[in-house]
């Protein structure tokens, strides 16, 4: 069973052949399934110019979902601070986290979001790639305006998006908690978190290392099910690995058509073997299993399958394996 608590990514994979406003209207409703079910938070990336993913900010999607949620924590998994002023971040989470005390989380990301450098440009308004010093010195910006201009009451519980040593080097040098992107990257984890705990210095904001783990997870009745739910995600991944951006998100009946090269499919199943894909039994197993390797205070779970209904079953089927307990 289920040890940890249990939270969700929200990714809002744009079909194919579906109205954009529909994948918004979906993401909205997913947030009220969530809070019934008892995840303990659900966090919004930030994407541009994808057309498998919506470019939905996601200070407005936490905006809108904890107006209509009562205790599910919502927040950023995450904004991406090139694409932001610190003052502007601390502003708009400072706002949200006084209108919805102690539900609102900002989680804050090095990566523009988008493959296509022109876009990325348009977004920095023409400025270059981040340096890793004009990084931490955005993200301590961030941190010290929160605390010094929006004098509003709680603060929103800042976290740092990580996929590297010099990610988890960050994290600990500031004293935030950390969220690791597992599902992206996940042969760079154990050295994240090496580097995380072993140089963490307590801060207000956190007195002792906290880890989350973001694990790809698809659960179904049957692993044939769950296969057959995580096809699309496979067909988008694969193009990624040819260098491709521009591919739709398809239906499991198109992914199922789709034939990958051996070499796509090698990698494939060395990515799958480290995340969650299959029946309760077999998720909660291995959900379990990366929660110790790992020592993970928290499990979130990204499950980018095609349709909202199949989304709503895998989150309800993993929080079965959790049991009463959860905590």
């Known amino acids: 069973m289920i040890n940890v608590p249990l939270s ?6 744009v079909q194919a052949g579906v109205d954009p406003a529909a994948t918004l209207r979906d993401t909205a409703a997913f947030a009220g399934h969530l809070d019934r079910l008892g995840y303990r938070r659900l966090w919004y990336a930030e994407h541009h110019h994808s057309p498998a993913i919506g470019a939905f900010p996601p200070v407005v999607l936490t905006a809108h979902a904890a107006a209509s949620t009562s205790s599910i924590r919502l927040g950023s998994g995450g904004v991406m601070a090139p694409n932001h002023t610190p003052l502007m971040l601390a502003e708009q989470f400072g706002t949200l986290a006084a209108l919805h005390p102690d539900r609102i989380d900002l989680g804050i990301g090095r990566g523009p979001g988008v493959l296509d450098e022109t876009v990325a440009r348009a977004l920095r308004r023409g400025a270059g790639p981040i340096t890793d010093a004009e990084y931490r010195a955005d993200v301590a910006s961030t941190l010290r305006l929160l605390v010094e201009e929006m004098a509003l009451g ?18 600990a040098e500031l004293g935030l908690p950390i969220a690791l992107a597992h599902h992206i990257r996940p042969d760079h984890t154990p050295a994240a978190l090496e580097r995380y705990r072993a140089d963490f210095t307590p801060s207000r904001w956190c007195a002792e290392p906290r880890v989350l783990i973001c694990v790809e ?16 995600m496979n067909v988008v991944k694969a193009g990624l690995l040819q260098g491709v951006s521009d591919i739709p998100f398809p239906t499991p009946a198109d992914a199922a058509a789709h034939t990958f090269t051996p070499q796509e499919s090698r990698a494939l199943r060395a990515f799958r073997a480290q ?8 998720v909660a197993g291995r959900l379990t299993e990366l929660a110790e390797a790992t020592g993970a205070d928290e499990l979130m779970l990204v499950t980018p399958v095609y ?3 199949d989304r709503v079953r895998s989150y309800e089927l993993v929080r079965e394996q959790a049991g009463a307990a959860h905590p």
């Open 8 to 13: 969700a990514l929200e990714v809002a994979m």
């Open 154 to 171: 709680p603060l929103p519980e800042p976290w740092l998006l990580a996929s590297s040593t010099a990610g988890g080097a960050l994290a």
């Open 217 to 232: 997870t698809v659960c179904a009745e049957t692993r044939e099910e769950a296969e057959r739910l995580g096809g699309p």
């Open 275 to 282: 995340q969650a894909v299959g029946t309760p039994e077999t």
């Open 307 to 309: 349709a909202l209904a």
